[in-house]
């Protein structure tokens, strides 16, 4: 079968390092990776995943740039393998061209992370970024839940799912990390709403991990590792354990993600 990772972050090799340990304190995690794209591409293949979706979050305007060439540059040398998202930041002042530059390079979507680029999701600012990804028909992966911020709460994403039902919206962390019930509670019912299980798996019993992907329906579920975070095996047996049907773990592995991002 066909495993697709929907979640993974990938940085140039000079800072892939400092990136990596930043994220590390700012969840107050262990890093299992790198952070270097040529790590994850041999690491996850050799775990059975066979494509993945990568990208790399801008902290400044300035950034979105020089990530957008990077993450585009490795997709193409992957030939097939790897789906690109850009980066874009709610403080750009030209988040029109920011995204008119990522779509020209190949890219199929936008990643948004409200809490390291310190933005509610729901910010006006933001607001036109989901304005411009409808209009160019992309898809938007953002970073959901924290109980230590507000910025990525699920009732702010209430605000933009009703506002852009024609929206591809992806809630990362099954919704809401660290909020996971409240999150599943108050967004099941959006039918534009994606979520992906990564940096979730780890946290909960696989009874309740189950349910909270059966309370989405495993139509509307990705399968994500959270890369550098997580070991790509250690995932896949933390996905085995849930004893989904076999159909719906095809969804899931691989299924919803070849339908949203091409993958053939």
Not at 24 to 32: A, I, S, T, V
Not at 74 to 92: I, Q
Not at 135 to 153: C, K, N, P, Q
Request: aromatic share 8%; proline share 4%.
């Amino acid at each position: 079968m066909n495993i697709i990772d929907c979640h993974c972050h990938i940085y140039p090799d000079k800072i892939a390092a400092k990136a990596t340990e930043s994220i590390g304190k700012f969840y107050d995690l262990p890093m299992r990776y790198g952070g270097t794209a040529a790590e994850m591409i041999r690491e996850s293949r050799n775990a059975g995943i066979t494509h993945s979706v990568v990208f790399s979050v801008a902290t400044k305007p300035s950034q979105a740039a020089s990530i957008n060439r990077f993450i585009s540059e490795e997709v193409n040398a992957e030939k097939g393998r790897l789906v690109g998202l850009g980066a874009v930041h709610p403080d750009s002042e030209n988040q029109r061209e920011d995204i008119e530059n990522l779509v020209s390079l190949g890219l199929k979507g936008v990643k948004l992370h409200p809490d390291i680029q310190a933005v509610a999701l729901d910010d006006p600012r933001c607001l036109e970024i989901y304005r411009i990804c409808r209009e160019f028909d992309l898809t938007v992966l953002i970073h959901m839940g924290d109980l230590r911020y507000d910025y990525s709460a699920p009732d702010r994403l209430i605000r933009v799912l009703e506002e852009f039902p024609g929206l591809r919206v992806i809630g990362a962390h099954l919704g809401g990390w660290s909020v996971w019930e409240e999150a599943e509670n108050k967004l099941n019912r959006f039918e534009n709403l994606m979520v992906d299980c990564s940096s979730t798996l780890a946290f909960m019993e696989p009874e309740r991990a189950r349910d909270l992907i059966r309370g989405y329906g495993a139509e509307r579920v990705l399968f994500g590792t959270d890369y550098p975070m997580w070991d790509f095996k250690d995932e896949l047996k933390r996905f085995d354990a849930l004893g989904l049907r076999s159909d719906e773990a095809e969804r899931i592995l691989w299924k919803n993600s070849a339908e949203i991002f091409g993958i053939k």
